[in-house]
């Protein structure tokens, strides 16, 4: 459990370097059913599991709590913004590779210090399984940055009304965790305030670092176009840049040489990724 102050992106969290690092863009492929224009409403939300058991016991005197509780039992959250039970959210959850008690994500009970609230927040729990794609498949053999794009989808939904008075636990879906996966997808999990996410909340860009080997876990720059995140998790996609236009495999990793590690003037690499629309988009008359 951790408290970050200032924006969602901000931790202090090492990640393994990475050979490359590159922003991508969404990719509307045609025939999949995206989280684009999908209704909330309409996904699974599955339970989390509640742990009744004995909880952590409170810190030492010596820490001040952020959240202490009064003669109720319990701290008053009456009349918080949406920021105030942000900033307790992102306080309590830890993601998957932060939880050091085992699989998923854990919010945690520390009775006197984070609570417990005396009004429960509201939070949703989504697991998102993202398609990688390189735009120029010309490129692959030569060792150069290419331009990915992403089809992102939801596989999994969470709703936990969340006052730290007990710990809960999301576990993750098996299949999106597996460590035989393509490596063309990888997963990203959020941690959201109130309602699930809409289409328009989701990334359009999405950072991919190359050459992460077996540690895929990364916090990134994931590109969330909504405030109501209070935390999130990427787990990279193990070898992008053998990835075809539709998210397929198209070459054993092992032949494919790490993007940048084959200096090149043939390719300037760009700044920025671009949307898949403006390349495909007819000129204006």
Sequence with gaps: MRYVPGRILGRTTPVVPAVAALAV???FTGGCSSAHGTSPSGDPSESATGVSGSPIPSPTPSLTPPY???ASGCHDNKGWTAEESRDWVRSVVDTPKE???GDGLR????P???GPLCRKITVQVEFWKLVYGVANGDRLSDGTRPAYYFDIRRVKRVE???DASVEQTVALPTSLYATD???C???LVSITVGKPLTSKELPEEVEVEVGVGEDRWSRGTVDFRSKRVADFELSQPSAPQVCGPDGKPTADPADVPTPGSQPTDLYPTPDRSFDIGDVLRSPTP
Excluded: I, K
């Excluded at 919010?107 to 520390?110: D, G, L, N, R, W």
């Design 25 to 27: 863009a969404v990719l």
């Design 68 to 70: 202490p509780t009064g």
């Design 99 to 101: 939880n050091y008690r």
């Design 107 to 110: 919010v945690a009970s520390m």
């Design 112 to 114: 006197g210090y984070n």
């Design 160 to 162: 936990l009304h969340a």
């Design 181 to 183: 996966r393509s490596p």
């Design 185 to 187: 997808e990888g997963a």
